[in-house]
């Protein structure tokens, strides 16, 4: 079985400073995929960032990056100069793949969420 | 290239009532999946369609089904409507079936609430 944790219900960031959003998972499949999602209060989920497990190099999108420690089985997203813009719920998911009967099939499982406010 | 749409955007039921909800993938994308969100649970799965097939299906009730046709589009049927059926549906699509790395677009969501 997969999890995430996400042990941060709500974190708060002065704008132009960064921010790490905690993410931590469980699972024992050898291959997955971390994403990470943003979810403005409109309820769209905005995809951000991506990580293979097999990946050697830490993700980076911009003005997100992904702090990935395999070993310990974490995978923190980090905000460089936040924004008012980036206040919003924000979703680690995992996804590992099932082979069955000749097919394969996947779905994201996420965390609880962290709510990030951006104060000016 | 339109994103994932839904339909409709928000709608209100009465308990022991069914509930329909459509959704668009983007275009040429043929896996189309369904998701839950509730302030308790979170985000759960429902389903995945690929192909006009279920491949996948979450832990939920018989009450909970779905389909999809032949242009990709999907829909979620919820029959007898109970109180904590009342949530944000999403509904994301891709362009393959669901590897490890397949990124998924997720469309504005259907707020269900049930009286």
């Known amino acids: 079985a997969q999890k995430i944790t996400q042990t941060q219900p709500g974190m708060f960031v002065q704008e132009k400073e960064a921010v790490t959003l905690d993410c931590t998972y469980d699972t024992s499949d050898p291959s997955y995929g971390l994403f990470w999602y943003k979810q403005p209060s409109s309820g769209e989920m905005i995809f951000l960032i991506y990580?293979?497990?097999?990946?050697?190099q830490n993700a980076t999108e911009g003005r997100y990056s992904l702090n990935f420690q395999k070993a310990r089985k974490s995978a923190n997203l980090v905000i460089s100069a936040s924004q008012l813009g980036d206040s919003a719920m924000y979703f680690c998911?995992?996804?590992?793949?099932?082979?069955?009967?000749?097919?394969?099939?996947?779905?994201?499982?996420f965390g609880q969420g962290t709510i990030l406010t951006v104060h000016p | 290239k339109a994103g994932v749409t839904q339909t409709p955007r928000y709608l209100i039921k009465t308990r022991g009532q069914q509930v329909t909800l459509s959704c668009s993938p983007i275009?040429?994308?043929?896996?189309v999946s369904w998701y839950q969100q509730t302030p308790g649970q979170g985000l759960q799965f429902l389903f995945e369609y690929f192909s006009e097939t279920q491949r996948n299906k979450g832990n939920f009730p018989g009450r909970f089904s779905g389909r999809q046709f032949s242009n990709s589009r999907s829909e979620m049927n919820v029959s007898t409507l109970e109180l904590g059926d009342s949530a944000l549906y999403l509904c994301?699509?891709?362009?393959?079936?669901?590897?490890?790395?397949?990124?998924?677009?997720f469309g504005p969501g259907t707020r269900l609430t049930v009286t």
């Open positions: 275009s040429g994308h043929r896996s």
């Open positions: 998911a995992m996804r590992a793949v099932v082979h069955a009967g000749g097919t394969s099939y996947g779905k994201l499982t």
């Open positions: 994301a699509s891709s362009l393959r079936g669901l590897e490890v790395s397949t990124e998924q677009y």
């Open positions: 990580q293979g497990s097999y990946d050697q």
